[in-house]
Every structure is written in C-alpha cells, then in structure tokens.
C-alpha cells in the first residue's frame, strides 16, 4: 500500500490562499484529494490521473498538479471560502468507477486541517 502523508494546512481568511502538499512513497497513476467537515460526509474535491476532474464547488478556484520527480500531489486553494473549511485528505488505489466518490479509493493519508474565516 502506498504510504501518504499532507501537509500545508492553516487557518486563513476568507479570500485567502493555501497550497497543500501530498507526499507518496509511490506514484499511482490515479490520484486526488477529498475533504471532510464536522457532521458531513467525506467528498471529493479534484482528482488527476487519466482525467483531472474537479468537484463543481471548487472549479475555477483550487488546481490540482503533481511533481512526477517528488512523487508529490498538491492543491493550490485561492478564493477560499468559509465553506471550504474540512480536514482534508489525499488519496490513492483508486478502484475504478466514479473518481471523485472517496469509496473508490484504497490508501488515505492522515488529513491536514483547512479552517476559513469570515
């Protein structure tokens, strides 16, 4: 199982940017991130690999890119809103089916905090 492990959380203001990081000890070819809020369920919020696909709340605001040379995946969040607020995991072994849907996928790192202000 590939091992993986975030970083780059923070607690910004609303309009603010993050970027977050995801270092693996491998490189599957299909990969994304996900967040979860308190009291809601586990979502899908962009995904690379065959496809880059984007979850419709976060299209035009957060970029989702990886460095083959690093093995690393990262999250560029500008525009952030107070919504955006979850733990946020990447992921990895995706088992096919839809990409953004977070049972699809087998490895999770540990998560990384992202907390917006108004």
């Known amino acids: 199982q590939v091992q993986l492990v975030e970083s780059g959380g923070g607690s910004v203001q609303a309009g603010g940017s993050l970027k977050l990081s995801c270092e693996m000890s491998?490189?599957?070819?299909?990969t994304g991130w996900f967040r979860q809020a308190p009291g809601k369920e586990r979502e899908g919020v962009a995904v690379?690999?065959?496809?880059?696909i984007y979850a419709d709340s976060v299209k035009g605001r957060f970029t989702i890119s990886r460095d083959n040379t690093r093995n690393t995946l990262y999250l560029q969040m500008n525009a952030l809103k107070p919504e955006d607020t979850a733990m946020y995991y990447c992921?990895?072994?995706?088992?096919?089916?839809?990409?953004?849907?977070?049972?699809?996928?087998?490895?999770w790192g540990q998560g990384t905090q992202v907390t917006v202000s108004s």
């Open positions: 491998s490189w599957p070819y299909n």
């Open positions: 690379i690999g065959m496809r880059t």
């Open positions: 992921a990895a072994n995706f088992t096919g089916g839809r990409a953004l849907d977070p049972q699809r996928y087998k490895s």
